[in-house]
T-cell receptor, first 113, second 113 residues
Framework: AQSVTQPDIHITVSEGASLELRCNYS??????LFWYVQSPGQGLQLLLK??????LVQGIKGFEAEFKRSQSSFNLRKPSVHWSDAAEYFC???????????FGTGTRLKVLA | EAQVTQNPRYLITVTGKKLTVTCSQN?????MSWYRQDPGLGLRQIYY???????DKGDVPEGYKVSRKEKRNFPLILESPSPNQTSLYFC????????????FGSGTRLTVV
C-alpha cells in the first residue's frame, strides 16, 4: 500500500521569495504523484501530476515539481511567490492498477507582504 | 464551464434527520468520489463509483450511502446523521480513475447538532 507524508504543517515565506514544499511517498513501484491547492472556502484544484517520463513537471500558476526516485520525494517549487499563493497544498499518490489514492495532510502556506 | 457542482454549500441539521448532499459533473467523467475533510486528518474517502450502478466503499463509509443511477450524478445520503459526521464534504470526479487527477466541487460544510 502507498503512503504520503508532508513534513511541514505550516510554512511562511515573504512575497517574491522562492518556495519549496516537501512531499515524501512510499510505494513499491512507480507512483502516480499529484499536487493540489486549496484556497480558503474552496475545493481542491489540481496543480500538476507526474506519471512517467521527464522528472521535472510543470503545472499551472507557475508551479513545478520534481520526482526524485532515490529520495522518494515529489517536492513542489515556485521561484517567486505571490500573495495570492497563500493556501493549503496537498500532495497525493496513486497506485498503478487500482483506485487507491492517498492524500497527504497538507501544508498551509502563509505569504508575508 | 467544466465543473463539479455540490449542493448545498452549508447545512445545519439535527441528529437523526435524513439528508442528501447532491453532486453533479458535466465532464462525462466515469469516476466519482466523496471525501470528508477534518482538521488534522486530511481528506478521507467515503465512497467512490467507477461507473453507473458501480460503487464501492472508501476508508470511512460507516453512516453514509451513495447511489449512481446516472453518470453525471452521485448523491451522498446520510440516513441518520450524528454529530461525528459534522465535517466538510467534497465531491470529486475524474475521467476513468483518480490517477488521471480529480476535479473537485466547492464543498459542503455540514453541521449536525
Amino acid at each position: 500500500a502507498q503512503s504520503v507524508t508532508q513534513p511541514d504543517i505550516h510554512i511562511t515565506v515573504s512575497e517574491g521569495a522562492s518556495l519549496e514544499l516537501r512531499c515524501n511517498y512510499s510505494y513499491g513501484a512507480t507512483p502516480y504523484l499529484f499536487w493540489y491547492v486549496q484556497s480558503p472556502g474552496q475545493g481542491l484544484q489540481l496543480l500538476l501530476k507526474y506519471f512517467s517520463g521527464d522528472t521535472l513537471v510543470q503545472g499551472i500558476k507557475g508551479f513545478e515539481a520534481e520526482f526524485k526516485r532515490s529520495q522518494s520525494s515529489f517536492n513542489l517549487r515556485k521561484p517567486s511567490v505571490h500573495w495570492s499563493d497563500a493556501a493549503e497544498y496537498f500532495c497525493a499518490v496513486g497506485a498503478s492498477g487500482t483506485y487507491k489514492y492517498i492524500f497527504g495532510t497538507g501544508t498551509r502556506l502563509k505569504v508575508l507582504a | 464551464e467544466a465543473q463539479v457542482t455540490q449542493n448545498p454549500r452549508y447545512l445545519i441539521t439535527v441528529t437523526g434527520k435524513k439528508l442528501t448532499v447532491t453532486c453533479s459533473q458535466n465532464m462525462n467523467h466515469e469516476y466519482m468520489s466523496w471525501y470528508r475533510q477534518d482538521p488534522g486528518l486530511g481528506l478521507r474517502q467515503i465512497y467512490y463509483s467507477m461507473n453507473v450502478e458501480v460503487t464501492d466503499k472508501g476508508d470511512v463509509p460507516e453512516g453514509y450511502k451513495v447511489s449512481r443511477k446516472e453518470k453525471r450524478n452521485f448523491p451522498l445520503i446520510l440516513e441518520s446523521p450524528s454529530p461525528n459526521q459534522t465535517s466538510l464534504y467534497f465531491c470529486a470526479s475524474s475521467l476513468v480513475g483518480p490517477n488521471y487527477g480529480y476535479t473537485f466541487g466547492s464543498g459542503t460544510r455540514l453541521t449536525v447538532v
